[in-house]
């Protein structure tokens, strides 16, 4: 069993959400430590099955001890929904966190509460970690990252402070010193908050293409799902979030030609179903949960 473990958000009430039909075919987007997973397998029937996606080998390492036949695992992006068949899934689960055995093992790199590597890669067999990015890149992309997918309006002076440290000692390559480095940067920040939580954020968005990533799985949701499917996304910070929102309202809404006025509204593809908080026992018990959203729509019967 893995010294790190994960605590599973919103768990009784995204599968309450999801699953409506025992003998269908369901997606977990991305598997983490399964406890999604397991949940769905629970309510579905023999027949039912489950394909469940995930980037981290080591995700998929622990799946392989559920030993369950009805579940099928892919070493893949959630993009990947785009291959299975039109029409073909009963309903998608989109876990959008980071699990805590990531989190918490400092070899990951994706946490300033202990040093380690400075690679905060989902899938450390592809692409470039945080640390060989930060040996190459600009002054104004660094800033940028920092910005766009931290929010943070420091984002000049750290990434200065970045390229002047590159510049001196060479590239900073460890989480602590990172941290350290930012916390020298920052002015003012949010009472409780780590100075460097925002510029962790927005690196681990950025190298692992997290927002690019998230609206083609969306779209590719709509191809797969059958109608009367659903599709449920849980997101932890406000950029995923809105995507996840803007997304469900604009497929919710009949559309106008305005060329042709006169013409029937193009139908909706989507019905909004809820909009779930964890309770303050679960944030209590979890404070990671703290900030999760759970987002629900079901297919209507249009094709896509």
């Known amino acids: 069993m893995s010294a790190w473990q994960h605590t599973t958000v919103l768990l009784a009430e995204a599968i309450e959400q999801l699953v409506t039909s025992p003998d269908g075919i369901y997606v977990d987007g991305t598997f983490g430590r399964g406890g999604h997973s397991r949940a769905i397998l629970q309510r579905l029937s023999p027949a039912g099955?489950?394909?469940a996606f995930?980037?981290?080998?080591?995700?998929?390492?622990?799946?392989?001890?559920?030993?369950?036949?009805?579940?099928?695992?892919?070493?893949?992006?959630?993009?990947?929904?785009?291959e299975l068949p039109p029409a073909s899934v009963a309903g998608?689960?989109?876990?959008?966190?980071?699990?805590?055995?990531?989190?918490?093992?400092?070899?990951?790199?994706?946490?300033?509460?202990a040093?380690?590597?400075?690679?905060?890669?989902?899938?450390?067999?592809?692409?470039?970690?945080?640390?060989?990015?930060?040996?190459?890149?600009?002054e104004r992309e660094i800033a940028e990252v920092i910005r766009d997918f931290g929010e943070e309006r420091f984002?000049?002076?750290?990434?200065?402070?970045?390229?002047?440290?590159?510049?001196?000692?060479?590239?900073?390559?460890?989480?602590?010193?990172?941290?350290?480095?930012?916390?020298?940067?920052?002015?003012?920040?949010?009472?409780?908050?780590?100075?460097?939580t925002r510029t962790f954020q927005a690196f681990r968005i950025?190298?692992?293409?997290?927002?690019?990533?998230?609206?083609?799985?969306?779209?590719?949701?709509?191809?797969?799902?059958?109608?009367?499917?659903?599709?449920?996304v849980i997101s932890f910070h406000s950029l995923e979030d809105?995507?996840?929102?803007?997304?469900?309202?604009?497929?919710?809404?009949?559309?106008?030609?305005?060329?042709?006025p006169f013409a029937p509204p193009a139908p909706t593809r989507l019905r909004e179903i809820a909009r779930i908080k964890p309770g303050a026992d679960e944030v209590a018990a979890n404070p990671r949960a703290r900030s999760a959203i759970l987002r629900v729509a079901e297919r209507t019967g249009v094709p896509a």
């Open 242 to 260: 809105r995507i996840v929102k803007q997304f469900i309202a604009r497929h919710a809404r009949e559309v106008v030609d305005r060329r042709a």
């Open 49 to 51: 099955r489950l394909i």
């Open 92 to 113: 998608v689960l989109l876990d959008l966190g980071v699990s805590s055995p990531q989190i918490d093992n400092p070899a990951r790199g994706f946490s300033f509460r």
């Open 155 to 196: 984002a000049g002076p750290i990434a200065k402070a970045l390229v002047a440290r590159r510049t001196q000692r060479g590239p900073v390559a460890g989480t602590l010193e990172l941290a350290e480095l930012v916390a020298g940067a920052v002015k003012t920040r949010e009472p409780g908050q780590n100075p460097a």
């Open 54 to 82: 995930d980037k981290d080998p080591e995700a998929l390492a622990a799946a392989e001890a559920i030993g369950d036949a009805r579940l099928e695992l892919r070493h893949a992006s959630f993009t990947a929904l785009a």
């Open 206 to 232: 950025f190298i692992n293409a997290e927002l690019e990533e998230l609206p083609q799985a969306l779209e590719a949701s709509l191809s797969v799902l059958q109608p009367g499917g659903r599709l449920a």
């Open 115 to 138: 040093d380690g590597p400075l690679d905060m890669r989902m899938d450390p067999t592809r692409g470039q970690s945080v640390a060989e990015w930060l040996a190459h890149a600009g």
